[in-house]
């Protein structure tokens, strides 16, 4: 039993290393080992993966490595684009160029090459080449003529062109891009309020191009509207008409054709002016004929129609009579501007009638030169023109002198109570304050006044009863010489606390006034007046009472310049008597008119508006005349004074 045991364990390991074999030997024969290369990332995904993270860098130098490594393709193009879009994210405008400008040069038959020439287009104008940008934008749109795009490359056009300074294809290029954004009303408002700008900016020459592009649109009447107003502006009255009427012919607004009716009518109106007719609007009847009378008198020695010169007129002169009244003035400029075409009109002198004329030239295109002290007028517009100093020019000369020079320091104010002493006396009083001196006492009176009694004792405290204490104070005040004289008491004494009286008036009225002045003991007090003093008849009337006033004045009639005295001496001849500053004004005012028109190209009445404001340093016997801007004469005032029986300039 035992070797039975014994040999049955050794058999054992035997028959496991047989079957081991059997089975070894019966399996297949496993693969042989092959070596792996690690995985490389795809450098689009990452550069794309990069982009959207904002690692811009990355992106770029992963696109850098595709564009290196990989063949022209979709992908590469893909690259190149995106690349572009980091550039100008980094701004670099020059290398986002550079990239879209490969791909439209190496990669023709992309769909989406539209879009990368636009860019083109769009980068070129942001780094200035506007010229080469108009030049792809052109081509572009010969290539795509209806891709989405286009609304965008016609605004494109547009702005390459202003930018150019090309008006006319600017304006062509934004016409077209409104018609294509119809659909956005925002984007057609901002159209228009350019493509408006520009023709309100633009002159005849490019206006003339916009009209052909702009036929039948709403643009055509506004254009045809510019150049007819731009004509007129120049004289050019039968250009205007032409324009005038392609623009009732170019819309159905009613509108517009209102506005073109007008102005036909105007250029007719011009081109119908009478060359060398010239209108006068004086008072020559009711209350201020005086002074009517005195300009018509300078005027007819002026043109010659005085004197011995009367072949030599080259004007003719028609006159209405305005009585000194706004509806007779305006009933007279209508008449000379509308049925007699004068050229221009001289007048009116008086403050209301004068206004009205002016608001009348201005509506009807008549220039006008008014002899009126009117502050304000000229303001009306560009037709309104004064030779005539005005109240704060002799004001401020007079106030210059009396407070300057001779050292006054309080005033009385007397004056008439319409607009032009209620304008003078605040005028006055104004810069009095300015310049340290005061009014201590001021009155008015009534314009059909003779008596001016009342005024004058208010102003010297004899109208009203005097308080107690005053009374005591004037006795206290009184001297030896004071104590005599109310031995024998005769009337109440004025109180004058003023060194001078400010009259703003005419001659007339000073007259009656200085002497009652004088009869209330008013005296030794100085008399200031204005322009309106001016005339020999003021010496006849009250030669005792004015000695040594002063007033303001334009003009002097004993000068020793050798044409005021030509002047004078022709008025003395003609009319027996001295010529006052009207007069002169009236004179020069021809004169210079004369002049004007006797220049071939003064055809129309713009043309003599335009003269005028030109016209510089004319020697009239009123002093140099040179129109501002506002068509102020710019004078200075002269100061005269009364001795003896002369009016002579101050010293």
């Known amino acids: 039993m035992i070797i039975r045991f014994f040999l049955a364990k050794k058999a054992i390991p035997t028959l496991m290393v047989g079957i081991a074999f059997f089975l070894a030997t019966c399996q297949p024969k496993p693969p042989p080992l092959v070596k792996v290369e690690p995985v490389r990332p795809d450098p689009l995904a990452l550069a794309e993966g990069y982009l959207q ?58 769909i989406w090459l539209p879009g990368v020439r636009f860019e083109i287009a769009n980068i070129l104008f942001r780094i200035g080449e506007h010229r080469r940008s108009a030049t792809e934008a052109l081509k572009w749109l010969d290539r795509y003529p209806n891709h989405p795009l286009k609304k965008d490359i016609l605004i494109l056009l547009g702005d390459d062109y202003d930018v150019l300074g090309d008006k006319v294809e600017a304006f062509h290029w934004r016409l077209s891009a409104k018609a294509s954004w119809q659909d956005d009303p925002e984007k057609v408002a901002r159209f228009d309020e350019k493509l408006n700008a520009m023709i309100s900016d633009s002159g005849l020459k490019s206006l003339d191009q916009f009209s052909r592009y702009a036929a039948g649109t709403p643009y055509a009447p506004k254009i045809y509207y510019r150049i007819a107003a731009i004509h007129l502006e120049q004289g050019k009255p039968e250009q205007a008409r032409q324009a005038a009427t392609s623009l009732i012919n170019s819309t159905k607004e009613e509108e517009w054709i209102s506005k073109g009716k007008k102005i036909l009518r105007r250029s007719e109106e011009e081109m119908a002016v009478k060359p060398g007719v010239l209108g006068c609007l004086l008072p020559l009847t009711g209350p201020f004929s005086i002074y009517g009378e005195e300009v018509l008198k300078g005027i007819e020695l002026g043109i010659g129609v005085r004197g011995d010169q009367p072949s030599q007129t080259v004007l003719e002169l028609l006159i209405r009579d305005t009585k000194g009244k706004p509806e007779e003035a305006l009933a007279g400029l209508e008449d000379l501007g509308n049925n007699e075409k004068v050229m221009a009109v001289i007048g009116p002198v008086s403050s209301r ?42 004001i401020e000369s007079l106030l210059d002198v009396a407070i300057g020079q001779m050292g006054l320091r309080s005033f009385g104010i007397l004056y008439p109570n319409n607009a032009y002493g209620r304008y003078c006396m605040n005028l006055f009083w104004d810069r009095l304050n300015d310049m340290g001196g005061t009014v201590t006492a001021v009155e008015s009176y009534g314009l059909d006044d003779t008596d001016f009694a009342d005024q004058i004792r208010k102003m010297v405290g004899l109208y009203y009863p005097r308080p107690a204490s005053l009374m005591q104070k004037l006795e206290d005040m009184r001297t030896p010489e004071d104590e005599e004289s109310t031995l024998y008491p005769d009337k109440t004494e004025p109180i004058i606390d003023f060194d001078a009286i400010f009259i703003p008036d005419d001659f007339q009225r000073v007259a009656m006034i200085a002497p009652q002045l004088a009869f209330h003991d008013v005296i030794g007090v100085q008399l200031l007046g204005t322009s309106a003093w001016q005339s020999p008849k003021l010496i006849e009337m009250a030669k005792d009472y004015i000695q040594g006033a002063i007033f303001s004045s334009g003009f002097i009639a004993n000068s020793e310049a050798p044409d005021i005295r030509a002047f004078v001496e022709a008025y003395r001849e003609n009319f027996n008597t001295d010529p006052s500053v009207l007069a002169a004004n009236g ?28 016209s510089k340093d004319f020697e009239g016997v009123s002093g140099i005349i040179t129109f501002d801007s506002k068509g102020e004469a710019e004078k200075k005032p002269i100061l005269l004074t009364i001795s003896g029986s002369n009016m002579s300039l101050l010293n």
């Not at 002899?371 to 517009?381: A, D, F, M, S």
């Open 587 to 614: 004179y020069d005012t021809i004169r210079l008119l004369k002049r004007l028109l006797s220049k071939k190209e003064i055809r129309t009445r713009r043309d003599l508006v335009k003269a005028l404001l030109g």
């Open 53 to 110: 993270n904002g690692e811009l860098e990355k992106a770029l130098n992963s696109y850098r490595i595709l564009l290196e490594h990989e063949p022209k393709g979709e992908r590469s193009a893909l690259a190149l684009k995106r690349t572009s879009e980091i550039y100008l994210r980094l701004n670099q405008p020059g290398n986002a160029l550079a990239a879209l400008e490969e791909i439209s040069r190496d990669y023709p038959d992309l």
């Open 353 to 394: 009638a004068a206004m009205a004329a002016a608001e009348k030239a201005q509506e009807i295109g008549v220039p006008i030169i008014a002899l009126t002290q009117r502050e304000g007028i000229v303001e009306v517009g560009e037709m309104i023109f004064r030779n005539l100093l005005t109240p704060s020019q002799e």
